[in-house]
């Protein structure tokens, strides 16, 4: 497995699993299955968009996580980017007592990775707390984590990093 982080380095926000599915923080995990295409990622915006609202975002916050959700699955259907080769995108949301995770992921071609330091990268690091990239048995994911105001966000002279892992 690969991985790429973009920011942070902190641990996610409700990661894991516990039993029945459920997150460590006794939350259902709610799962979205999209065509690859880019007309129903409004459908994965909307329901982010909801489940902010849950997690106690500004407006501002909204704002940047449903961006940041659009980006992490253009990512995934961008063929300068990853291209997936798959008929679905699975995102799953994780919603956690400190703000908001997603992991989009699809089949892809192997060594498929997204162009690191490129626009779209860039970009989706500047908007989320913890950016990380993996590739393994013929997929790929993107995974997100959006933290409330107040919630260890990293501030103007925070701590956030780029790099490699």
């Known amino acids: 497995m690969e991985r790429v982080s973009g920011v942070g380095g902190e641990a996610g926000v409700g990661k894991g699993a516990g039993r029945r599915g459920e997150g460590t923080d006794g939350r259902v995990p709610v799962t979205l299955s999209i065509p690859a295409e880019r007309d129903y990622v409004v459908l994965v915006r909307s329901a982010a968009g909801h489940l902010g609202v849950r997690a106690g975002f500004s407006m501002a916050e909204m704002g940047d996580w449903r961006l940041a959700v659009d980006e992490a699955c253009g990512l995934l259907l961008l063929p300068d980017e ?80 780029a790099g490699v892992r």
């Open 82 to 161: 990853v291209d997936a080769t798959g008929e679905e995108l699975d995102c799953v949301f994780r919603l956690g007592p400190a703000g908001l995770a997603l992991t989009v992921s699809a089949e892809a071609r192997p060594g498929s990775k997204p162009q690191v330091g490129g626009f779209g990268w860039s970009l989706l690091a500047a908007l989320v707390d913890d950016l990380q990239w993996a590739e393994e048995q013929g997929r790929v994911r993107v995974d997100i984590v959006k933290r409330a105001a107040g919630e260890g966000v990293p501030g103007p002279g925070g701590t956030a990093r």
